[in-house]
């Protein structure tokens, strides 16, 4: 196992209704990314945390947004759900070195938007 | 152009094959690749890194051609358990440290 944890596993919500899910880093890990992965696609890159500083973004909108605790742990939160947010959102912990940066994923937390 | 582009699959192939996975990556900048596997509804996980020499782990074999920006993993001796969806990935170029994903491959390998 990554070390890496994930709360809930699974959640329902309806459309129009806030969403905040969490991510436990792997232990010395500094740095969060989170993904979004809908079914029988690859992840695609939301953004990522670097000692509690957002460093790099992906093609998501603004009711995407996240947070990062001096612990290293993160949250990401989604406002406004719509139904093409139902996927599995996978967060992935690292400690970048050099120009390296090996990401292990938690079990990740299947969201439906009914 | 994808940036990050996969065989589109299936693959299905009996036990003890070689099977062969090949991915094309847009960015010539891109420093790091790696492959990883995702069962079917789990998270992914790391197989391998792949390095410019080209690196093997027992069954399994990824080379990098930068040139090209082409990145292989073979398997050899395919196992039942090997059946999973491989996924090519890129780090991206500079200091944006986002990963780049293939769609992946579906394998399966048959008794």
């Known amino acids: 196992e990554t070390g890496v944890t994930q709360s809930p596993t699974h959640l329902i919500k309806t459309r129009g209704q806030q969403v905040t899910l969490r991510c436990s880093s792997q232990s010395g890990h500094n740095t969060v990314s989170w993904y979004q992965q809908a079914l029988g696609q690859g992840p695609q890159f939301i953004f990522q945390y670097y000692r509690e500083e957002e460093n790099g973004r992906g093609n998501f909108p603004p009711r995407f947004s996240g947070l990062q605790f001096p612990n290293y742990s993160s949250e990401l939160n989604v406002n406004a759900l719509e139904l093409d947010d139902s996927a599995l959102y996978l967060c992935?912990?690292?400690?970048?070195?050099?120009?390296?940066?090996?990401?292990?994923f938690g079990p990740g937390t299947r969201l439906t938007v009914l | 152009r994808k940036e990050v582009e996969q065989d589109p699959g299936p693959f299905n192939v009996p036990e003890g094959a070689t099977v062969a996975f090949n991915c094309t990556y847009s960015n010539s900048a891109s420093q790091s690749f790696f492959w990883y596997r995702q069962d079917c509804r789990k998270e992914p996980k790391l197989l391998m890194s792949?390095?410019?020499?080209?690196n093997e782990d027992g069954r399994f074999t990824a080379q990098l051609n930068r040139a090209s920006q082409y990145i292989s993993l073979l398997i050899r001796d395919s196992k039942l358990s090997d059946s999973a969806t491989y996924l090519c990935v890129v780090n991206g170029a500079g200091n944006n440290r986002k990963l780049i994903w293939g769609l992946g491959t579906s394998l399966a390998v048959n008794p």
């Open positions: 992935a912990s690292s400690f970048p070195r050099g120009s390296t940066d090996t990401q292990y």
């Open positions: 792949v390095y410019s020499s080209g």
